[in-house]
């Protein structure tokens, strides 16, 4: 097998967060999206625990994730006392802007053979070539952290014991119009050779 390294280089200096306000609003193909969740599929994972493990919303399935994550935020918060009513209403109206919600979750292996930071990092490998499979078909997407992600209360909505983590929700959308180009301060930064 053969590949061009520059068609690699080009992928992942090309791929971006695309957030919803940037998304036309029409639906994307599933197809394209099984085809993020393939590639998801071949992330390393140490022993092969494979503990990446996603739920896909769409059409009516986004309102109700959106109805779900807007409750479990309403009865922890209200509990607590840090409810705040435009955080409730963006949970509940603003996942309709994308076409595809992927809620993503690290299943922990029974066995707990391999160390928790490790089973993590091999979900975000596999959120990573969801980013890049995007990016080759032209859909925007990003990984957002925000809201529920990091209640616990929410992991009982995904199916989720309580050693499984919730890592996040990848929107995906058609994007409109140009992409701006990314930011990142010179590798060279962050490099030591040692020969
Ligand atoms: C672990 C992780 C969590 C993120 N969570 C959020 C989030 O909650 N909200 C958000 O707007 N972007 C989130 N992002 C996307 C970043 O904002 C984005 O990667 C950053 O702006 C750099 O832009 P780029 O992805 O186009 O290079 C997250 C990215 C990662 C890797």
């Known amino acids: ?32 999206v099984q085809q993020m969740l393939e590639n998801a599929n071949w992330a390393p994972t140490h022993k092969l625990t494979e503990p990446w493990r996603f739920i896909v919303f769409t059409g009516e399935g986004i309102k109700r994730l959106a109805a779900a994550q807007a409750a479990v935020y309403r009865q922890v918060t209200e509990s607590d006392g840090s409810y705040k009513e435009e955080r409730y209403q963006n949970l509940l109206t603003k996942p309709m802007l994308s076409s ?5 979750a690290m299943k922990r292996d029974e066995k707990k053979s391999v160390p928790q930071i490790e089973e993590v990092g091999a979900v975000f490998c596999a959120v990573q070539n969801i980013y890049l499979t995007a990016t080759a078909y032209g859909i925007g997407c990003y990984l957002s952290t925000g809201g529920i992600t990091y209640f616990e209360e929410a992991k009982e909505a995904f199916g989720l014991g309580v050693d499984d983590l919730l890592i996040g929700f990848f929107h995906i959308g058609i994007p409109k119009g140009d992409i701006a180009p990314g930011k990142r301060k010179p590798v060279a930064d962050k490099v030591i050779w040692e020969r």
């Open 1 to 32: 097998m053969t590949m061009n390294p520059n068609h690699v280089n080009e992928l992942i200096r090309n791929r971006r967060s695309v957030f919803q306000q940037q998304y036309t609003g029409e639906r994307v193909d599933d197809k394209i």
């Open 100 to 104: 595809h919600i992927i809620a993503v």
